[in-house]
């Protein structure tokens, strides 16, 4: 953050739908040492916004795996499920500017005509901007809709402390995206957006796969009158070149590197050493790491920006 005067505050955000694996262990870890070396603190957020995919016994397993860690936190636990007032209240007040639109586009409609961008997200080719009141009301007879945010011809840049200088034009590289899905629920990008704002979370450590999500994130914060994040998109850990650890991934799973590293201190360790946190893969606390942890050779350190093998 350029002023020092800013309180730093980071934020753990997993989704209780398995337990932690290795990639997510470096990604809270680095979260965690980002906001500790500047003095400040951690939130705890389960992002249980997908109701259907999230599962009440992960709820409380994941916290447990962070404290198994050592990976504390100082305010949270909150939900996403509780939060639907408060996302509500910001989906309303960009309807009302006009800058909300309801789409009827199927998952095979947005294949067909969208184009995907440099191998991330397919780009919305705004199919549904443009219908009259009566297209609308024919085809909201037959099918509900989704609501998206238009986007206009503009470049936003985020300078992330991992990644450098990134750049995506909305409209060519991301098109109008959605706030709100068909079943109703809020979309992860408005939701994340409302809630660090909330919980005066302004530092962002995350994996690189969401750094395309960033300036769509950065628009909505300007557009709401929410305080700039900085962010920090670490690398994934892959299984193999270009497929990221996943919870399927069970032998990077936390109960599995219990088995295999018999203690928290070896996991963390072994991770901040493949990694670049640590000059070794000696057993190590969070707190151990923060001793000789530096944010500024934090990018020189990684031995690559965009993928890490797991071994």
């Known amino acids: 953050m350029e002023n020092s005067n800013v309180h730093i505050k980071g934020r753990f955000a997993p989704s209780p739908t398995g337990r932690m694996h ?18 400040g603190t951690m939130v705890l957020r389960v992002e249980d916004l997908d109701r259907e995919r999230s599962k009440p016994q992960f709820i409380d397993a994941v916290q447990r795996d962070f404290e198994t860690l050592g990976l504390t936190w100082d305010e949270g636990p909150y939900f996403q499920h509780n939060r639907d007032e408060a996302y ?16 009827f586009c199927t998952r095979a409609d947005l294949h067909a005509a969208s184009a995907p961008h440099h191998g991330e997200k397919l780009v919305y080719a705004g199919t549904c901007r443009a219908l009259s009141a009566e297209q609308r009301a024919e085809k909201a007879a037959v099918r509900k809709p989704a609501m998206r945010l238009v986007v206009p011809d503009e470049t936003i840049a985020i300078d992330d402390l991992i990644q450098g200088r990134f750049e995506q034009n909305l409209a060519h590289d991301c098109g109008d995206f959605l706030i709100r899905r068909s079943d109703e629920a809020f979309a992860y990008q408005l939701a994340v957006v409302v809630d660090d704002g ?52 069970h032998d990077a799973a936390l109960d599995s590197l219990l088995e295999r590293f018999k203690t928290p201190e070896a996991i963390v360790g072994h991770i901040a050493g493949i990694t670049g946190l640590a000059p070794t893969c000696d057993p190590a606390t969070p707190e151990e790491l923060l ?15 965009v993928q890490i093998q797991w071994r």
């Open 22 to 39: 290795a990639g997510n262990i470096f990604s809270a870890l680095v979260a965690w040492l980002v906001a500790k070396s500047q003095g």
């Open 88 to 103: 509500q209240a910001a989906f309303d007040s960009l309807v009302e500017r006009g800058l909300v639109y309801p789409c």
């Open 198 to 249: 909330e919980q005066g979370v302004n530092s962002v450590v995350r994996g690189m796969d969401l750094l395309c999500s960033s300036p769509q994130q950065r628009y909505l914060q300007g557009l709401l009158g929410l305080p700039y994040a900085q962010y920090a998109h670490v690398p994934l850990v892959v299984g193999e070149r270009d497929r990221r650890l996943s919870k399927r991934d």
């Open 291 to 305: 001793q000789t942890f530096s944010l500024g050779g934090l990018r020189e350190k990684l031995p690559d920006l």
